[in-house]
């Protein structure tokens, strides 16, 4: 499912974000990270 909210407030009010929170994409994961990044790059051959 794709939630397109207007603000950070209704975002906040899905079912989704009370029920798992935050969804990082790639690169805001990596950068959060980035240990953790670089293992899962070497493990699944990313670059």
């Known amino acids: 499912m794709i ?3 207007i603000s950070v407030e209704d975002a ?3 079912t989704n974000y009370q029920e798992h929170g935050v969804l990082y994409n790639w690169d805001g994961a990596m950068e959060a990270c980035p240990m953790v990044g670089a293992f ?3 493990k699944n051959g990313i670059s």
Request: avoid cysteine; charged fraction near 10%; glycine fraction near 0%.
């Open 3 to 5: 939630i397109l909210a």
């Open 12 to 14: 906040k009010a899905t």
């Open 40 to 42: 899962l790059q070497m």
